[in-house]
């Protein structure tokens, strides 16, 4: 009889672990972002790196080209914006919008550009 006891606390253990568990899932297993502006940034800074890799931002940007720019980008990127800091950004930030800065140190000089894309 002892021994019964035994295995029915077991088994009362494993059924509230059980419990728990599929209490848990349920709480946190569907959360989802508010918004999804670190897709919309990893999109942008994804486009900028493929340019840069192919050797046609750099040049563009280290010119303050900001309409060759718009033109690369739009192949890659749906909806956006972009402007050249200097020194500060004057953009305003959509509803549901991601920002990130790209910055590079020039092109065969010290030349500093700041780039502001603006993506949704």
């Not at 999804?36 to 931002?57: D, I, K, M, P, R």
């Not at 309409?67 to 914006?81: K, P, T, V, Y």
Request: aromatic letters at 6%; proline letters at 4%.
């Amino acid at each position: 009889m002892i021994e019964m006891k035994g295995v029915m606390h077991v088994i009362e253990a494993v059924i509230a672990i059980a419990m728990m568990a599929v209490a848990i899932a349920g709480l946190f297993g569907h959360a989802q972002p508010a918004d999804n502006s670190a897709q919309l940034a990893s999109a942008g800074y994804a486009a900028l790196q493929h340019l840069e890799g192919t050797g046609q931002l750099r040049p563009a940007l280290a010119a303050r080209d900001t309409a060759a720019i718009r033109a690369m980008l739009n192949g890659l990127l749906g909806s956006f914006d972009l402007e050249i800091c200097e020194p500060e950004c004057t953009g305003m930030l959509q509803p549901g919008a991601a920002a990130l800065d790209y910055f590079i140190a020039g092109n065969g000089s010290y030349e500093p550009v700041r780039l502001r894309l603006y993506v949704w």
